[in-house]
């Protein structure tokens, strides 16, 4: 890599707001602390928090509260311990930072790019974060408040830089050459498009390809519930379809029912009649457009594949398998869901492949779930979350320990004395 | 296909003769006629019925509102055909406005030659029985090859037989040849002409170029058809009423006439009333349905346009979902001079915005031509 190459790639700088640079003046960053967790670190990330949790228009989106509250100084405190402990439980061992990293944000969730920003900062690392280039209300407003906290911040003004460009691999190829690990969210396409350029030697890289979610629940256990629970489940399950229209990597769109045929139906009639109590009491309204989509979608699928559809749902629209059918792994997005029953959890296990992601669940016991995952095993599912918590962030993500990555493990040793 | 009563008594009647009571009773016959027929030889359409519209009770429907009803973007995912493919005369293709995937729609002779009846019956209701001139504003190289399949070259193709001397108003590069248009006028006078064009090339090409020439056109008796839809105009601004005024005062074209169709339901068309609505002929009718509960909507409530028509018996599509949005303004209303209903059209559903996560790096999508 050169500096006189670098100097002909022209970037936009979103934070600190700088509009259109050469990737050589980007690059000419700030040496970095070097001290993973710094009390400083902390600190900004506790500020970011607040500003986020105090801007108007971040407010008004239930993602961008999600990330406040999951950046507040009692969260990072506990990732602050972990970390201790993780140092502690190997001794011979000095967590020190990747160094420089590259991070490429999916285009679907626009909070994302903060996650997986905040926890190698966290790490005390250099980053370079490239954000989609169609910037959303909840995106510029993100930027923005990153933007005004670099002002008073040399410590994060000088060692990180939120930019964006137009697809062009010499870009991403300087920056790959630059990183000493490169993430790349945002599924199969982005990961092939950009798992080609290489990096250096010594690099690392840690990519997230395109997954499917699904949802499983027990018959017996969602007919015994009160209606307490019920109206909780519906409240979770909403949030885990409707924050980004279905198109988060984690959010279902297929529900196995696990437990008799007999009560499957009223157990479906149960759930559907919560979640359009849910959607009244919200007043939620998705565009016509949306379902159109799901109109569409439902349609083509019929012509070749034995379910029922109910169009009498609205804002969302649940297809049902009949008994037997092979289960699918489409993804309509928008509030389309597909109902499955299976007589017990093994069918499960059997279903797992490589897309698997989160699987939601209720009614099931931790040593059922534990023996599940177990079962899967190498073939599928990262995660297994209660219904509500589909979305929630979490530094272990798609089954990779993320701060462990954003770290490189020295170990030092001494001869016997 | 088999005889069908209430088709002949459709075939018999004049376009916008039957009150809309009594038109909709013949037309609900008609369409369970072509619900049955095209669930017993259409797999994926009985499949829709199954699986969708709860089985085949779905077929004795009492109301036309109660119909099963096909999204008309299936004809692009799916091959819906009710005969053999021995039997397909032509294959219609159109890809609409959204460029991408394309609709097929499979004509055999029965239901090419019902749209033509129609169709002729439609026209010559606003154009009288004699073929007049015909003036298209396009130019002649999109109807050259007649293997390609774009809508602008298929559309002109259909309005030829209407009209007699074709002539095309515009040079290949969309320039307007104004002298030859004025020889091809001074050769046919005394025969009012009929021009036809898409509304937004009607703009651009030939009143705007008028008005920049200054020049000014004489044609009585003239009338305009055109089609395409307002969304261009309305980006510049330009509302039906100043659409309609300027051409008269450029070409002095008093009447000019805006029409809907689709080519999922070619033969029964909408044409422009005198209220400057959209007006079913007796061939087809609209129901409003509500965009979120699909419920059927009453007259001044916007929503999704349903279109049912009389007439596709080789295909099943005669109930259509639209993505249009529309309301209905009336019916059998006298100052129409006209029975049955009238609507207008608000614009089309635009496409669901879902941001896969794989759309990082977005290529950069050709806009449509």
């Known amino acids: ?417 | 296909m088999n005889a069908s009563p209430s088709l002949e008594k459709l075939l018999a009647a004049a376009p916008y003769s039957l009150p809309q009571k009594e038109k909709r009773a013949i037309l609900a016959d008609r369409t369970r006629e072509l619900t049955q027929r095209h669930y017993e030889r259409c797999e994926p359409y009985r499949n829709l019925v199954d699986r969708v519209f709860g089985g085949a009770r779905a077929l004795q429907f009492a109301r036309l509102e109660d119909a099963p009803f096909v999204p008309v973007s299936l004809f692009k995912t799916r091959e819906l055909r009710s005969v053999g493919p021995g039997e397909v005369v032509k294959t219609i293709t159109s890809s609409g406005t959204s460029g991408q995937a394309v609709s097929r729609i499979y004509l055999d002779a029965g239901t090419a030659q019902l749209q033509s009846r129609t169709l002729v019956k439609i026209m010559q209701h606003f154009l009288g029985v004699a073929r007049r001139p015909m003036v298209f504003l396009d130019h002649s190289a999109v109807v050259r090859d007649r293997q390609s399949s774009s809508a602008r070259g298929a559309a002109i193709l259909g309005m030829l037989p209407f009209g007699r001397q074709p002539f095309y108003a515009l040079r290949e590069d969309m320039t307007l040849d104004l002298e030859g248009l004025e020889k091809y006028l001074e050769g046919t006078r005394g025969q009012p002409p009929v021009f036809f064009g898409f509304t937004f090339m009607v703009w651009q090409y030939f009143v705007e170029i008028l008005e920049k020439l200054n020049r000014r056109l004489s044609l009585p008796g003239a009338v305009l058809l055109h089609s395409g839809g307002w969304k261009k105009l309305e980006a510049l601004q330009v509302s039906p009423e100043e659409f309609r005024r300027r051409l008269l005062a450029a070409a002095g074209i008093e009447s000019v006439i805006n029409y809907y169709g689709m080519a999922e339901q070619v033969g029964s068309v909408y044409f422009e009333n005198p209220l400057h609505f959209l007006h079913a002929s007796i061939y087809s009718d609209v129901i409003i349905r509500d965009t979120n509960t699909l419920e059927p909507l009453p007259p001044g409530r916007a929503g999704l346009i349903q279109l049912v028509s009389a007439l596709p018996a080789s295909y099943p599509g005669h109930s259509l979902l639209t993505e249009d949005l529309g309301v209905l303004e009336g019916s059998d209303n006298p100052a129409t001079g006209m029975n049955g209903q009238y609507f207008r059209i608000l614009g089309r559903l635009p496409k669901a915005e879902l941001r896969g996560c794989s759309d990082t790096f977005q290529k950069p999508v050709p806009a449509p031509a």
């Open chain 1, 1 to 417: 890599m050169t500096m006189a190459a670098d100097n002909e790639l022209q970037v936009q700088l979103l934070a600190p707001a700088g509009g259109v640079q050469s990737l050589g003046e980007v690059l000419a960053l700030a040496e970095a602390t070097w001290e993973p967790f710094s009390a400083s670190r902390r600190q900004t990330l506790a500020q970011l928090s607040r500003l986020i949790l105090h801007d108007a228009g971040l407010r008004a989106d239930a993602s961008s509260v999600a990330l406040g509250y999951w950046l507040r100084r009692a969260n990072i405190d506990r990732l602050s311990q972990e970390f201790e402990r993780r140092g502690a439980a190997a001794p011979d061992t000095v967590l020190v930072p990747a160094g420089r990293v590259f991070h490429v944000a999916p285009g679907n969730v626009d909070t994302v790019f903060v996650y997986s920003w905040a926890l190698s900062y966290l790490c005390g690392n250099q980053n370079v974060v490239r954000v989609s280039g169609q910037q959303t209300e909840v995106l510029s407003r993100l930027l923005g408040v990153l933007s005004n906290l670099m002002r008073d911040d040399p410590e994060l003004a000088g060692g990180n830089r939120f930019l964006t460009y137009e697809h062009d691999q010499a870009i991403s190829a300087a920056l790959s050459l630059w990183s000493s690990h490169r993430v790349l969210w945002g599924g199969d396409e982005t990961v092939a498009l950009l798992r080609a350029l290489p990096l250096s030697p010594h690099a690392s890289e840690r990519t997230f390809g395109s997954k499917f979610s699904y949802c499983a629940i027990s018959i017996a256990a969602y007919l015994g519930a009160g209606t307490e629970t019920i109206d909780k489940l519906a409240a979770g399950f909403f949030n885990d379809i409707f924050w980004f229209d279905q198109m988060a990597c984690s959010s279902p769109h297929l529900l196995v029912w696990v437990g008799s045929a007999d009560q499957m139906n009223p157990a479906l009639d149960r759930f559907h009649q919560a979640l359009a109590k849910e959607i009244e009491r919200r007043g939620y309204r998705g565009t016509p457009s949306s379902s159109m989509h799901r109109l569409n979608f439902a349609f083509d699928l019929a012509c070749e594949t034995d379910l029922r559809v109910d169009l009498k749902q609205k804002e969302f629209l649940a297809v049902r398998l009949p008994e037997g059918a092979a289960w699918r792994r489409e993804i309509c997005g928008a509030g389309l869901f597909t109902h499955a029953r299976a007589g017990d959890l093994s069918q499960l296990a059997e279903f797992g492949g490589q897309r698997d992601q989160t699987v939601t669940h209720f009614g099931f016991s931790r040593a059922e779930l534990r023996e599940l995952a177990l079962k899967a095993g190498a073939r599928g599912v990262d995660r297994f979350v209660p219904i509500g918590e589909a979305l929630a962030f979490d530094t272990t993500w798609d089954g990779y320990d993320l701060i462990g990555d954003f770290l490189r493990h020295v170990t030092v040793r001494v001869g016997a004395s």
